[in-house]
């Protein structure tokens, strides 16, 4: 009798025993399984575009200089004197040869390429460049006690280099070529009147600020193309 009931005590004994180890086991296949299931979709996932950090980084520049370029062009007309600064002043069909011009059909903006779309950002801005630094040159001549205007127009120049580096660095990530470095000035472009140089400083900051203006809804296509 002692025999047989400590055999069932035994008996019963190794159920209960094993039993607290049966749900560990089942916890850590679910662990386990689910470990691989996240390294699987991570995986799947494609890498995002190495460029998409500076294309967010560029259409933040982008939209601080909208802003700046509205500033920059009424203090530019508020310093010209009569006709620029009376009141409702423009002149949308004034052009100077050489200033890139923002103004493009929809359609065939719509449905550029990013190839295209980054080149003529970059060719924009490159002319920019040596536009604004000529603007600068007029004005110091000019209104030598416009500080302000003086150094917004620094504060731009300084903004479309940035611009231009992030645009290099952007077309190079992605295989595209950066036009080639062209300077749209020669000398003779100091050698103008002053009545045409006010024109053509009124053509360039309405014309950059055309163009800031595209850039941002340029880079408003590609941040959602390539999320960052």
Partial sequence: MTGDGTEKEEESAGPTADSPTKPLLHSTLAAQNLLVSLVLVQLARPDPNPSAATISQTYNLARLLQANTTKLLNTYLSTQGSPFSDPGFSALGLRWAGVPVATFPFLAWRTMGDSERLARNYGAYATFDAFLQ???????????????????????????????????????????????????????????????????????????????????????????????
């Fill in 134 to 228: 000529l603007v600068w040159d007029d004005q110091d001549e000019l209104c030598p006690n416009c500080s302000e205007l003086l150094a917004m127009l620094g504060t731009a120049r300084a903004r479309t280099r940035g611009l231009l580096a992030n645009l290099t660095s952007i077309m190079a990530a992605m295989g595209i070529p950066t036009p080639p470095a062209t300077d749209p000035l020669t000398s003779e472009a100091a050698g103008v009147g002053a009545f045409e140089k006010k024109c053509r400083g009124y053509v360039v900051c309405r014309e950059y600020h055309g163009w800031v203006d595209r850039t941002v809804r340029d880079f408003t296509l590609l941040k959602a193309k390539y999320p960052a």
